[in-house]
């Protein structure tokens, strides 16, 4: 009975698809159809190959941060982005300088396209432009989509959880991580003392001019996309793409549930494609993230730099767990290091020589700032 599983999830997928092309004629018929859009993600690859992310929904109007005061509309606004309908088999066209293609859209809206770019490309940040050709292009605003190259400049790369490694979210307590996910506003959100200081001095790297990239994964939906990139910008953390999980009904099963496997997935992927670099990866004691870099360590023998693991107080993780953790990957040629905060995890990365030692004291600053911050909210 499980091999039927997947047939089974290709099955509802598929059905669910034609169910939503059958929902907006009709709703078309009636005239209450919304508009369409393009919702661009963040791509990454090297002068070679890169991967191009979007994804093609319904407009849902979610009102903006600013306007919104009140619980209810920030249930309301939550509503409107997990409650979204996505256009399978939307043909969408993809400009890059002189060159062209065209990508389709998944059963999930999604579209996912892997090119080369254009000939001298530098490393560094770059933008593409994406237009819908159909369903219903007419009228449907084109947009910019960033591409994160790597190119030779780059010492290593960093890959980071999210949930409770860069902001509190409550992982390990379902109705603390239901009200940040569903309820709370990133701009009342806060990061984890020091996050931003210490992920900028990594990506300048020993050099200081390095432009490491920085790679973030979560457990979250993509219809935080917006959410959480916003987050990073408001509190100056480095920007990187985001590596989310897709929710609900999907062609792998069903989502939340059956852990946090997915983000294997997801490792591997920037992993293979940036293979000229090792990398440092940064999770939490809170999740499954030790036990995951264990096995990405175990796959990529010399890749991995060091094992960065936030301890999380209340953890499930017992020292004797993690210490079998830590010796699998000392056993594996990497290295685990538990820390309480990131000044601890600056320190180390210095001694390692993968930042410069000028950058620990800034680091020291801003979580002191952040912690000054954090203890004036709660108080508010």
């Not at 806060?190 to 300048?204: E, M, R, W």
């Not at 920037?270 to 004691?285: K, N, Q, R």
């Not at 990365?349 to 950058?359: C, H, L, N």
């Amino acid at each position: 009975m499980p091999d039927l599983y997947p047939l089974l999830f290709r099955f509802a997928v598929k059905a669910d698809a034609h169910y939503d092309v059958l929902s907006r004629r009709v709703r078309k018929g009636l005239g209450i159809a919304p508009p369409l859009r393009i919702l661009p993600y963040r791509g990454y690859g090297t002068p070679e190959r890169v991967v191009i992310k979007a994804r093609v929904l319904e407009e849902r109007k979610v009102t903006p941060q600013r306007q919104r005061h009140t619980l209810w509309s920030s249930a309301v606004a939550s509503y409107k982005r997990y409650m979204t309908r996505e256009i399978a088999s939307a043909h969408v066209a993809v400009r890059w300088g002189d060159k062209r293609w065209e990508g389709v859209t998944d059963e999930e809206g999604f579209l996912e396209l892997w090119v080369p770019p254009p000939e001298g490309v530098r490393s560094g940040w770059h933008m593409v432009e994406l237009e819908l050709l159909s369903p219903e292009a007419e009228g449907v605003p084109r947009v910019s989509a960033p591409v994160r190259v790597a190119g030779t400049s780059a010492e290593l790369g960093v890959i980071s959880d999210i949930d409770d490694t860069v902001i509190a979210t409550g992982v390990t307590d379902p109705l603390k991580r239901a009200w940040a996910l569903f309820l709370t506003e990133h701009r009342v959100r806060l990061p984890f003392p020091g996050v931003d200081a210490f992920y900028a001095a990594l990506q300048a790297g020993a050099s200081g001019t390095a432009d490491n990239p920085i790679f973030y994964v979560s457990s979250s939906p993509w219809n935080l996309y917006e959410h959480l990139d916003e987050f990073l910008s408001i509190h100056r953390i480095p920007i990187g793409p985001l590596l989310l999980r897709d929710w609900g009904l999907s062609r792998h099963g069903f989502a939340p549930g059956g852990g946090h496997g997915h983000k294997l997935d997801k490792i591997r992927g920037v992993l293979e494609t940036l293979a000229h670099l090792p990398f440092v990866l940064i999770g939490d004691s809170g999740q499954e993230d030790a036990e995951h870099y264990r096995t990405i360590v175990r796959e990529y023998p010399g890749r991995i730099r060091c094992v960065y693991i936030r301890n999380v107080p209340g953890s499930s993780k017992r020292g004797e767990e993690m210490a079998a953790i830590a010796k699998d990957i000392r056993d594996a040629g990497s290295e685990l290091v538990v820390v309480d905060d990131t000044v601890a995890a600056a320190r180390h990365a210095a001694r390692a020589g993968w930042i410069r030692w000028e950058e620990v004291p800034e680091v020291e600053a801003h979580r002191r700032e952040d912690a000054a911050r954090s203890a004036l909210g709660e108080r508010g």
